[in-house]
C-alpha cells in the first residue's frame, strides 16, 4: 500500500530537507512503553510468550516476507552479568554484524524503574525515538516492539535494577545468502561480504536506501540493490524486485534516477535474471510513455549521483537515455511490438548522430555545463557505446585515471567501462583504492559516501550520512565483471563466463540463479590458467579463455581432451563459439567442466598484497578506567540535533559506534587521553578507532606509559594520526597506564576515539 509518510529532516551534514516516502515504513516511529508482569513471561502485547530462543514474537500475516531468526547472545557485553549498580548505567552490547533487530533484556529489581532500548546507531534516531519499560517488583522480561538497526544496542539501566541476560531477535527478508565470491586477495573478500551484508540490511517491506535514517525506496538506490539480489541470495529475493519492475513511476520523484533504472541496469537486468515477460509486458507502456513524452532534458538539478557535483549531466542523460531506448527496442521485440521499432530507432539514431558533435572534445566527452572532464560521464559514454572503441585510450588517459568525481554509487558504472575496455586491472585498483577506508574499519557495511565526505556542494565531513547504504556495487561488480559469470538470455537458458580476473590469481564464486546454482573456479600459475564451470540442468554455458592474461597461449583443453591449438579441434561435448573480445570461446551444455589453458601467464601484481594479520592477543579490558583531559560531554548529532553522549568510558565498551569526543574545542596540544588497566600489563601496540567520526583522527600523538598515573615516561611512540584507524606498535611496554597525547592541532575537527585496544604480541 502506497503512503505519503513525510519523513522530516534528512540531513547531510547541515542540509535538513523533506521527502516523501512512497512505501509504508515497516517500523513504527511511535515509542512503547511496558510495564513488566511478576509471574511468568509476557511481550508487549502482554502475551505469553515461549521460552525457548528461536520462537517468534512477530505478529506478521500469513506469507509475510519476513524470516525471524530467533534470541540470540550478543558477541559481547560491556559488563560482565549479572550487573548491578548504585546509580544508572549504561550496558552496550555488541553484534556479530549490522543486523535488524530488537533488544531483549531479563531483570531483577524493585518496581516503578524505567529502562531504555535503542541502537548505538544514531541515526536509528530519525526515525524510531527510544523505547521503555517500567519495571514491577521482582523479575521480567521485555523484548522491543520495534526493530532497530546497528551493529550493537544500549541499554539504560537506573540504579538497583540487576540485569540478569541480555539478547536480541534478528528479523530480515525472508532470504538465504546463496551467492558467494573468494578470490585470492583479502581486500575484495572483505568488500563482496559487506557489500552482502549491507544489500540485506536494505530490504525489508521494499528496498531501502538505509536501514536506519530514512527507508526510502529510491530508484536508483533500487537499481544496484536489485541488481546484487541476484548474485547473492537466493530466489525468494526476486519477490522485492518484481515489486520495484511494477511500481508505478514518479516522473516528479528524482526523473534522473529512472533513467538508470528503466534500461539494462534495472529492467532488462531484471529480466534477463528471471525470464519475467509478464512484468516487463506490465510496464512497458509506462516506460514508453516516460522516455518519450515525460523526461524532459537539460534540467541541471536532475540528480543523477551525489560525488562531486560537477557531474555533467548533459552527456550522462543522452547516455542513460540511449541505453534505455535500447532495452525498450528489446522489450518491444520480446513483445511483438514491432509497429513501436521504428519510433525507438529514429530516437536512437538522433541521440548517435549528434552526440559527438555536441560533447566530443578531441580526447574526451564534455558538454559546456562543466569546466572540466567527468569521469562519470565518460564512463557512460564507454558503457553506452556511444563511445567507440578508438577513443577509449584518451579517455582512460585524460579523464578515467585521474578523476574521482563519482560516489560510490556511480563508481559502478566507472569500474564496468574500466572492465568493458580492458583494463578491470585499474578497476580492481580503483575499487581497492577508494574503499580502502571502509575495507580496513571494523563496520560489517559499506557506507552513503566514500570516507564519510560530503563530495558535493558542502564539500565536508558529513556525519549525519549512513554506515550502511544500499547502493554500494562491489559484490556485483566482482561476481559480474570481474568472475565474469551473467545471462546472455532471459532466464539463464543460456550464460557466459568470462574471466576478467587481471592480477588475481585465484576465484571462486557461485551465483544462484532460477536454473540452480552456477558455479566458477579459477586459479592461474605461472604456466597453466584452469577454469572449471558447473552449469545447471537445461542451461547453456559459453565460457572464454582470456588470451590477455598470458604472454604466450599455446593450447587449451576441455576435461583433459585437447580443444584448440591455435584452432578448434572437435570434442565431445564442445562446440566452437569462435574467438572475439580477446577470448577464446567455446559452448557447454549443462554439467562440470574444466578448460586449462597452457602457455606462460605473468603474475605480477601492481597492488600490494594484503599484510598477514599479526600474531597477537588483545588485552581483556573489562574493568579498565579511562579518562581525559576534558570532563565528560555531549554534543548535538547533525541537523537534527539530537544529543549524544560521549564520555569517555564508551572507548572500552567494545562498540565502534559509541565513543568519546573531545567538544570544548578542536584539536589542540596538550589533550590527552588515557586509561588504567588496573595492574601492570606487557603489551607493544594500541590501536585507536574513530571510523565513526571519521575526520577526528589525532594530527600527531605521543605514547606515553606509567605505573602509578602521576609519574610518566618519556614517549614510546609518536606519529601522525589515519583516516579513522590509528595502528600504534612501540616497543614491548610492561605498564598499568596508557595515555595519548595530541600534539598537533586541526582548525576544523575534534579529538575523538571510539574504540581505545590494546595488545601484545602472542607467544
Known amino acids: 500500500m502506497k503512503c505519503l509518510f513525510k519523513i522530516a529532516a534528512r540531513h547531510w551534514g547541515s542540509v535538513a530537507f523533506t521527502l516523501l516516502c512512497l512505501h509504508g515504513i515497516a517500523a513504527s516511529p511511535r515509542a512503547a512503553t511496558k510495564v513488566f508482569g511478576i509471574a511468568g513471561k509476557t511481550d508487549i502485547q502482554g502475551q505469553a510468550v515461549a521460552d525457548q530462543a528461536g520462537e517468534t514474537l512477530l505478529r506478521t500475516e500469513p506469507g509475510s516476507p519476513l524470516k525471524d531468526y530467533g ?11 549479572p550487573h548491578v549498580e548504585t546509580k544508572a548505567w549504561k550496558l552496550i552490547c555488541a553484534l556479530p554484524h549490522n543486523s535488524q533487530f530488537q533488544p531483549w533484556i531479563e531483570v531483577v529489581g524493585p518496581a516503578g524503574k524505567e529502562i531504555q532500548f535503542n541502537s548505538t546507531n544514531p541515526l536509528v534516531l530519525y526515525l524510531t525515538p ?4 517500567t519495571t514491577l517488583a521482582g523479575a521480567g522480561e521485555y523484548e522491543a516492539k520495534n526493530w532497530i538497526s546497528g551493529e550493537g544496542a544500549t541499554y539504560t539501566v537506573p540504579a538497583g535494577v540487576t540485569v540478569k541476560a541480555v539478547k536480541y531477535r534478528e528479523t530480515g527478508y525472508d532470504t538465504t545468502f546463496a551467492g558467494s565470491f573468494e578470490c585470492n586477495d583479502e581486500d575484495f573478500n572483505i568488500l563482496w561480504r559487506r557489500a552482502a551484508r549491507t544489500a540485506y540490511l536494505c530490504m525489508r517491506d521494499h528496498f531501502y536506501d538505509c536501514p536506519d535514517r530514512e527507508r526510502v525506496g529510491f530508484w536508483g538506490d533500487g537499481t544496484p540493490e536489485l541488481d546484487q539480489c541476484f548474485y547473492i541470495f537466493d530466489a525468494k529475493s526476486h519477490r522485492l524486485c518484481k515489486d520495484l519492475v511494477l511500481r508505478p513511476l514518479e516522473p516528479s520523484f528524482y526523473p534522473g534516477q529512472h533513467l538508470e533504472f528503466l534500461g539494462e541496469y534495472g529492467l532488462w537486468f531484471y529480466y534477463l535474471h528471471t525470464g519475467d515477460l509478464a512484468s516487463i509486458k506490465a510496464v512497458y507502456d509506462s516506460i514508453k510513455t516516460f522516455l518519450f513524452d515525460t523526461y524532459q ?18 552527456v550522462i542523460e543522452n547516455c542513460f537515455e540511449y541505453i534505455d531506448l535500447g532495452a525498450l527496442r528489446k522489450m518491444a521485440v520480446a513483445d511483438g511490438r514491432q509497429a513501436d521499432l521504428p519510433a525507438i530507432d529514429a530516437r536512437r539514431r538522433a541521440i548517435q548522430s549528434h552526440f559527438d558533435d555536441r560533447f566530443w572534445k578531441g580526447a574526451f566527452y564534455q558538454s559546456a555545463d562543466v569546466l572540466t572532464p567527468d569521469d562519470r560521464a565518460n564512463a557512460m559514454a564507454v558503457n553506452s557505446g556511444l563511445a567507440s572503441p578508438d577513443k577509449w585510450e584518451s579517455i582512460y588517459d585524460r579523464v578515467l585515471a585521474k578523476t574521482t568525481n563519482s560516489s560510490c554509487f556511480f563508481d559502478r558504472w566507472v569500474f564496468e567501462a574500466l572492465c568493458k575496455m580492458g583494463k578491470q586491472d585499474k578497476a580492481l585498483l580503483r575499487m581497492a583504492s577508494r574503499y580502502r577506508t571502509m ?24 556525519e549525519g550520512s549512513s ?12 561476481s559480474q565483471d570481474i568472475a565474469g ?6 532466464g539463464w537458458t543460456s550464460f557466459e563466463v568470462l574471466p576478467k580476473e587481471a592480477f588475481l590469481t585465484s576465484i571462486k564464486v557461485t551465483v544462484p540463479t532460477i536454473k540452480g546454482p552456477v558455479k566458477e573456479a579459477l586459479r592461474k600459475t605461472s ?11 537445461d542451461t547453456t554455458a559459453v565460457v572464454g579463455i582470456p588470451k590477455s592474461s598470458f604472454s604466450e597461449l599455446d593450447s587449451i583443453s576441455v576435461n583433459g581432451g585437447l580443444v584448440w591449438d591455435g584452432k578448434f579441434r572437435e570434442s565431445q561435448g564442445v562446440s566452437w563459439a569462435g574467438e572475439a573480445d580477446g577470448y577464446v570461446r567455446f559452448k557447454v551444455a549443462a554439467g562440470s567442466w574444466r578448460f586449462v589453458g597452457r602457455g606462460r601467464l605473468t603474475l605480477d601484481s601492481p597492488k600490494p598484497p594484503r599484510p598477514t594479520p599479526a600474531q597477537e592477543v588483545a588485552l581483556e579490558r573489562r574493568g579498565w578506567i579511562a579518562s581525559a583531559s576534558v570532563p565528560d560531554g555531549n554534543f548535538l548529532f547533525s541537523g537534527a540535533k539530537i544529543p549524544i553522549e560521549v564520555p569517555a568510558e564508551n572507548v572500552l565498551d567494545g562498540d565502534s559506534w559509541t565513543g568519546w569526543r573531545d567538544m570544548t574545542r578542536t584539536q589542540y596540544p596538550g589533550q590527552w587521553f588515557q586509561v588504567d588497566m588496573k595492574r601492570k600489563q606487557k603489551f607493544d601496540k594500541v590501536v585507536l578507532d574513530n571510523t565513526w567520526a571519521l575526520w577526528d583522527s589525532p594530527q600527531a600523538y605521543e605514547v606515553t606509559t606509567s605505573d602509578d598515573g602521576v609519574h610518566w615516561s618519556r614517549p614510546v611512540a609518536t606519529g601522525n594520526g589515519h583516516l579513522g584507524i590509528t595502528k600504534i606498535t612501540f616497543a614491548p611496554q610492561t605498564a598499568r597506564w596508557l595515555r595519548i597525547t595530541q600534539v598537533g592541532s586541526s582548525p576544523t575537527y575534534q579529538w575523538s576515539i571510539y574504540e581505545l585496544n590494546v595488545f601484545r604480541r602472542a607467544g
Open 439 to 462: 575495507i580496513e574499519s571494523p563496520v560489517t557495511t559499506l557506507w552513503e559516501h566514500y570516507d564519510r565526505w560530503w563530495a558535493s556542494w558542502l564539500n565536508a565531513f558529513d
Open 297 to 314: 532534458f537539460g534540467n541541471q538539478k536532475t540528480w543523477f549521483d551525489w560525488g562531486n557535483d560537477s557531474k555533467d549531466t548533459s
Open 485 to 490: 559469470v551473467r545471462p546472455i538470455d532471459p
Open 527 to 537: 604456466r597453466e590458467y584452469s577454469l572449471v564451470v558447473v552449469a545447471p540442468r
Open 71 to 81: 534470541l540470540k547472545p550478543y558477541a559481547h557485553v560491556s559488563h560482565a552479568l
Open 130 to 133: 527510544t523505547e521503555t519499560c
Open 467 to 478: 554506515l550502511n547504504h544500499g547502493w554500494n556495487p562491489p559484490a556485483l561488480v566482482l
